[in-house]
């Protein structure tokens, strides 16, 4: 996993690889230290047995890659600050209520067919769509971390969270799935069911036993260590496999958890992974290849040889059957039967490749790109279905038939929330590397996705009339024309050596946040002919705006620096020097909003710009990423503690009034009328409303 606590390349300057590595070395420590503040404020006050959930979770918790214990860091620093730094304060005026939630996204690492439809692991949680011809407006639940792997058992479906534990989720309703039971196991990665109990293996190659008498809650019967790493664990009936890099032990397994060793499997080569179908173990090694035992009678496995395939990369087994991942997009059917005696014989088919990806209909959002999918690890195979799964682009769902595979639908995971801008009642998404979606926001909180702009790594967006301005990472700024938003198209093209994260667009200039670059002005009066009017390196500039009078740069530990646009090139006023990581900066008359990182929402007094102080400041608990002003509040996208609304009409005493937890890190916000409109990475777009 990579952990990019500053979103952003790694860096073009000499100093900056140094000068980054020692700012997350800092800034980890200090949300440590925060966590050790929150775990004996709660200890301290809560009394020995009754801490609360986030504080007294064991230390296996933190095991979840590091991504999961920032998280959960964050949330004890959010105990931390609240408690020990502010007094107790009134309940809130206000309220965000979620109106709804669309795209949700990131990598897809499982999936299985249920009754109703696909389920696919994705996003930090489970998408759970309806219809077998369709990958549209799944019922989403947020899990802790990504699952890793899932099992379906009638209605109920078990999910291996690697950061969340052993999750358990009802499904009798598809629209609304409900979270049960949820059990801790670090690094939760392999489940499967055999026997009528419930396998999973964790950390430390743990092996997790749990019995269903009530399918709903597992029970813990035991757990035992392992003696090799597992690389997977397919289960039928009562048999449970266990793979290990060169070897495979066959148990019997019954509804109390027991096992019962049967025989064991030398294997040829390093296993990748493995199906059983019918009383047949196939296993795939890494070195491309599939190999085959009858182990009906466990006891007494019977090879079968190899399968007459090379260069496989994935294999699967459902209701209608097994198939092969092969070279070049390629599926091979296959399955066991057996004779009057019982002996089993693999039928292999006639090999097909995955069609091309549908085109979308007119006037919906279409894939983008030259339509080339990334490498596709796994399939998943069902009666009549197969969805190809690549986990940075998403999932393809087939029909197969006698007459072959067709393309039938696709749901992009690629896509991560990252800015949003609105206007005109429409909705403009910086969605990384999936490049801007663009949708209309209905009176109801909805949102219809219109249309699609593929770019390089869309990290801002900025709209000005019937121009769009993306702020594109590594591929500098784009002009794009969206006088008809459902065909957006590509005007004009500014190269930088930054890495633009950023942008504001005033009076016909764009003024670009370039991270540890620096800042760039670009003349975009000319929307196909954009041209740099000044650049300057800084610190580490992941916020800007700017005003008829003066430029605003949030340069992260520097903290703000004002300069005068009264002449050629932009004059350095001043520098108001923060407590913490100025990341985001919006401004209001003589007022400066400012999100400073760790330390949360800083407040500044600008009414003398030679001179500016901070009026006042609160934590958020988390990292303050984002700010947007709109009527006497302040908006916050606050990281893990989702979006957060503050009442700044004190500005010496800005006041928590309002909080939404997204499932995904909060890192942008906009806003529109009583409308917030928060960017959750993987989590997608979320649409709530603001009572004030």
């Known amino acids: 996993m990579t952990l990019r606590f500053f979103p952003g390349p790694v860096f073009r300057r000499r100093p900056g690889r140094e000068y980054c590595s020692r700012r997350r070395a800092e800034y980890q420590d200090g949300l440590r230290r925060s966590a050790l503040c929150a775990t004996f404020y709660v200890q301290f006050s809560a009394g020995a047995g009754s801490f609360p959930p986030v504080a007294s979770r064991p230390a296996a918790r933190f095991q979840g890659g590091t991504r999961d214990m920032l998280r959960r860091i964050g949330i004890a620093a959010c105990i931390a600050s609240t408690c020990a730094v502010m007094p107790p304060r009134p309940a809130a005026a206000g309220e965000l209520v979620l109106l709804s939630r669309s795209l949700v996204q990131g990598p897809a690492r499982a999936a299985v067919f249920g009754a109703g439809g696909l389920i696919l692991g994705t996003g930090g949680g489970v998408a759970v769509f309806s219809g077998a011809d369709r990958l549209e407006e799944p019922a989403f639940l947020p899990l802790d971390g990504e699952p890793h792997d899932l099992v379906l058992r009638g209605d109920i479906l078990y999910a291996a969270s690697f950061a969340g534990g052993l999750v358990t989720i009802d499904l009798s309703d598809p629209g609304r799935p409900v979270e049960t039971n949820r059990r801790e196991i670090a690094q939760a990665a392999r489940c499967a069911s055999a026997g009528g109990a419930l396998f999973v293996c964790g950390a430390n190659r743990a092996l997790h036993v749990f019995s269903l008498e009530n399918p709903r809650e597992p029970h813990l019967r035991g757990s035992r260590e392992l003696p090799h790493q597992v690389v997977s664990i397919p289960a039928e009936d009562d048999l449970l496999a266990i793979v290990y890099g060169r070897r495979v032990e066959i148990l019997r397994a019954d509804a109390s958890g027991s096992l019962e060793p049967a025989a064991s499997i030398e294997l040829p080569a390093d296993a990748r992974d493995a199906v059983v179908r019918r009383g047949v173990l196939v296993v795939l090694t890494a070195a491309g290849e599939a190999f085959a035992w009858d182990i009906a009678r466990p006891e007494s496995p019977r090879p079968l040889g190899a399968l007459k395939r090379r260069k496989i990369s994935g294999v699967a087994s459902g209701e209608g059957g097994c198939v092969l991942l092969g070279a070049s997009r390629t599926i091979i059917p296959f399955d066991v039967e057996r004779d009057g005696a019982g002996a089993a014989r693999i039928r292999v088919g006639k090999a097909a490749s995955l069609p091309p990806r549908v085109s979308p209909a007119p006037g919906t959002a279409g894939t983008g790109g030259s339509g080339a999918s990334r490498a596709i690890e796994r399939v998943i195979v069902s009666s009549g279905r197969i969805a190809a799964i690549a986990p940075l682009d998403g999932v393809d769902l087939y029909a197969r038939d006698r007459a ?45 996705w219109l249309s699609h702009l593929q770019t390089k790594d869309a990290r801002g967006v900025a709209i000005s009339g019937e121009r769009l301005f993306v702020a594109d990472g590594a591929g500098g700024l784009k002009t794009a024309d969206v006088g008809d938003p459902a065909r957006p198209r590509i005007l004009g093209v500014h190269a930088s050596p930054y890495y633009l994260s950023a942008l504001v667009v005033r009076g016909g200039r764009a003024y670009c946040a370039g991270g540890l670059g620096g800042a760039e002005i670009v003349d975009v009066s000319d929307p196909r002919r954009p041209r740099l009017v000044w650049r300057r390196a800084f610190s580490e500039v992941r916020g800007i705006d700017a005003d008829e009078r003066y430029l605003y740069v949030a340069d992260g530990y520097e903290g703000l620096r004002l300069f005068a646009l009264d002449g050629p090139e932009p004059r350095l006023v001043s520098t108001l020097d923060t407590p913490g990581w100025t990341c985001g900066v919006a401004v209001d008359g003589d007022r400066a909003y400012l999100a400073d990182g760790g330390r949360g929402v800083v407040v500044a007094d600008l009414s003398s710009p030679e001179r500016p102080r901070v009026a006042g400041a609160s934590p958020t608990g988390s990292v303050a990423r984002q700010v947007r002003f709109d009527g006497g509040y302040l908006f916050v996208a606050a990281f893990t503690r989702g979006a957060l609304a503050f009442d700044v009409s004190d500005p010496a005493l800005p006041r928590e009034a309002a909080r939404y937890q997204t499932a995904g890190d909060a890192r942008g916000v906009s806003i529109a009328e009583d409308r917030v409109l928060v960017a959750s990475g993987g989590g997608g777009l979320y649409v709530l409303s603001h009572s004030r």
Not at 413 to 431: E, Q, W
């Open 404 to 448: 072959g595979l067709h393309s039938l639908d696709f749901f992009p995971t690629r896509g991560f929330a990252i800015d949003v801008a609105t206007a005109g009642g429409l909705v403009y998404l910086a969605n990384g590397n999936d490049g801007v979606r663009i949708g209309r926001l209905g009176d109801a909180g909805t949102v219809e």
